[in-house]
């Protein structure tokens, strides 16, 4: 089941828009570009009052709206005692703290008091993958757990040479060298990648190759592709390794 599968009851209108800006959050996020992923944090706070408004009234707008005064829109809807409370209490009172970051963190106008940086998009990351997991919960009737993992495959950077069947990972073109082949397999993952689990998908799990491949690990941390943790551990795909990745998979040639 994906996410549009369990919003099918939202009009596309809605149901696109908010996916297109949660995916864009998520993207902002993996190559750190920190105030375009705060920006759709507003926009996505107007998609999802949207939503909840239309559910409390029983009649959908074709489209995404801005209230004129989003924390009084949000205090109004929790007057909806029909609703599933976190529609009444738990998402409407979320909602204008991450719209917050968006207005007053240096980040939607010029003169904001803070300067946006990593803090605030992990915050606005945080907030908007639970209000997608809840609106998933409520919509399609599953539980907490199964409403994530729907949603965990929005995070998921969707790479044509990279297929996927349960946990295993295999890029699709056994001639690219080995480093691309990393390249695309960690780019392909939501924040860290477990080194055990790039060197299973790759085909570096045995003894003999296993060294080379972490070799190359350590080369394109040295050359920030990559953000190899310190215990080896962990990788993570750093902004110069999503911009060649994004070039690897139009051209299949990686310099």
């Not at 908010?18 to 920006?39: A, C, D, F, G, M």
């Not at 926009?43 to 801005?66: N, W």
């Not at 689990?197 to 790759?202: M, N, Y």
């Amino acid at each position: 089941m994906t996410a549009g599968q369990a919003l099918a009851s939202l009009p596309a209108g809605l149901r696109e828009p908010l996916l297109t800006e949660y995916q864009s959050i998520i993207k902002n996020y993996l190559e750190h570009r920190w105030s375009p992923s705060e920006l759709s944090g507003g926009l996505f706070c107007e998609i999802v009052f949207t939503i909840l408004d239309g559910h409390a009234r029983g009649t959908y707008a074709s489209a995404p709206s801005k209230p004129r005064d989003l924390v009084a829109a949000c205090r109004g809807l929790e007057s909806n005692s029909h609703v599933p409370r976190s529609f009444q209490i738990l998402v409407p009172r979320l909602l204008p703290a991450l719209y917050e970051i968006r207005n007053n963190r240096g980040v939607g106008h010029v003169g904001g008091d803070v300067n946006p940086n990593q803090m605030d998009a992990v915050a606005v990351l945080s907030m908007a993958n639970w209000v997608m997991a809840e609106l998933v919960r409520v919509f399609h009737g599953v539980s907490t757990d199964e409403a994530q993992a729907v949603v965990d495959t929005l995070a998921e950077r969707r790479i044509p040479l990279v297929w996927q069947g349960g946990a295993m990972k295999r890029v699709l073109d056994p001639e690219l060298p080995l480093k691309d082949q990393l390249l695309l397999l960690i780019a392909s993952s939501p924040l860290n990648v477990a080194t055990t689990d790039l060197f299973e998908w790759s085909g570096c799990e045995n003894k003999p190759k296993k060294p080379y491949c972490l070799r190359l690990l350590r080369s394109m941390h040295a050359e920030r592709l990559v953000e190899l943790s310190s215990d080896e551990k962990t990788v993570q795909i750093l902004p110069p390794g999503s911009r060649c990745v994004e070039e690897l998979a139009a051209s299949r040639s990686c310099r």
